[in-house]
């Protein structure tokens, strides 16, 4: 799970242009959105297609996506029980 | 309708490696071989700090970092300064990026981050949303840089009060060739706007 | 400063190949959103108004014998052909002609012919075609192309750069929009539903239009109606989410109030954008409420049209003509049940009233916002 951890925050600065961040500033349980990370609306929409081509989840509704957005460790523990890649 | 002159208070460009402002060299990058490290290098040049930055598609980082090269050190700026926009590719660079990724419909993953730069006139709302602009917009696609144009529809803006100033210009892209000119224009100045004298200036 | 005349227009669409004909199918409360299962388009059947390959050929044969033109090329040269056949007055050669396109030939980048994926060969086409001494201004500018291109050529008229001007819209319904907007959660699975509690989403739409703007009063030979006041301005605060505000349509709204000389109450209908996606609508509610104008009958014809890009705003101001002309209101087509926070009056049912002025307003990408007075004489 430590390893899926940091392979979403890997993917997360890579994917969303995150250039001023570094990995070891993303705590597991910090909040991706808001005051935390200050992702964006843009940004829940890239995750959306991220679920989908590296882990094959297709959210039956993009309004699943604010909850399992919520922080890197809710993420993986999604990832780890719904991935089919 | 009052008919007042108007002037090129500040000017600058993005071509070759080099950024200009008011004609002098303020910026020289010969090392970094992708227009990706080139902007980076301005942005860091420029002392910016502002994430947003990283998220733009390459045609609104060479048009938002010109924008912030022609306002620095200014105090011009104000809420009615418009923004008037011109290229040849429109956003074709990112057009074809947005393509690739759609061109297999067994690896089909449009991306939202990519899409929503295929418009032009985002650049124009980058640079309204650093400096607050709640401003006249308009981007228009034209074969090469039309100086009568950019000259007569910022003159009607301020003629008929729609704008107090105008920051108009040229932000192309296309398969890494770049070329970028903007022009503040406003009631103060030395040189007076003309369609020959932004010509010369965008020729320099 | 000089008036400048709505004098005459055409609209290609779903719904038909002339204005009049569009018209009478709003009258009817016909949509030209349909099941679309064209696989060039998409792999799956979607909701979508698109223009029949067939009418459109039919119609095409008649203007001209060269094939090598794209679809969108030919919707647009047939719909100034037939705007020049029935004004002889219409010179368009003397002319300025602006072109609102927000994605102009983009389905070139698919198929190898990427030349013509450069908008300029858009205005280059219509150049050749109508043999002008001046290129065409192409205006890109996201959703309110349209609109905005009705208030460019104003401006250019009461600059006394032209006398005339001729917009010409259009886009198509494509698979590179289509996916994008897919990629944005964007598409409704049904019909789109503009204001509606139950809405979900846009629905796509094609289409082109041309309209014939004029300072000199003796081309008009319908009613007399104007541009009155224009003008545009920007959120300022996200480049593809609506403001919570509403700031930059608010500030549109007022300013174009403003330009009209009159007040909020003097509007006797609003045609809105009203994508029916959650956000838009929503923001549009509060500009509208913001600027004073909850009780004014308010429409949105995406329900017949779909969202038609950078014809949009177009189209819709042509029906705003067409409905001054007509005295008459059309239903908010896919409207049940009110689904935004804010109060705003949407038009069930068509109904026949004395209208002196519409406000038509348009929003886009970028944080864009367009918002223009249309006026008639009485």
Known sequence: ?85 | MIKEKYYISDFCSIRDKKVFKNGEQLYIDSESDSLKDFGKGIYQYLELKYPKFHKMDELCKLGFLASEVLLRDSDKLDQDTALVLSNRSSSLDTDRKHQVSIQDREDFYPSPAVFVYTLPNIIMGEISIKNKMKSENAFFVTESFDADLMSKYSKILMDTGKATNVICGWVDLDNDKYDVFLAFLSKKGRIELTKEELNNLYNQ | MKKVYLVADNIISPLGFSTEENVENLRLNQTGIKKVDDNYIWSEPFFGAVVNNDKLSEAWDIISKDSGYTKLEKMMLISVSKLLAENSSLDITKCGVVISTTKGNINSLRDDSYKKAYLTSISKTVQDYFKLDHTPLILSNACISGGLALAVGKRMIQSELFEDVVIIGGDLLSEFTLSGFFSFQAVSPAPCKPFCKNRTGISLGEAAASVWLSSNKKNVTEEVISISGDASANDANHISGPSRTGEGLYISITKALKDAGIESNQIDYITAHGTATPYNDEMEAIAFNRAGMKNVPINSLKGYYGHTLGASALIESIIARHCLINNELFASLGFEELGVSESINVIAKNHKKELKRVLKTASGFGGCNVALIIEKEV
């Open chain 1, 1 to 85: 799970m430590a390893e899926l951890r940091e392979e979403l925050k890997e993917k997360l600065i890579e994917q969303l242009s995150l250039e001023d961040v570094e990995i070891g500033e993303i705590g597991d349980d910090d909040p991706l959105f808001g005051d935390g990370l200050g992702l964006d609306s843009i940004d829940a929409l890239e995750l959306i297609v991220l679920l989908e081509k590296d882990y094959g989840i297709k959210l039956k509704d993009p309004k699943e996506g604010k909850a399992i957005f919520e922080s890197i460790g809710v993420m993986a523990d999604y990832i780890a029980k719904h991935r089919t890649k």
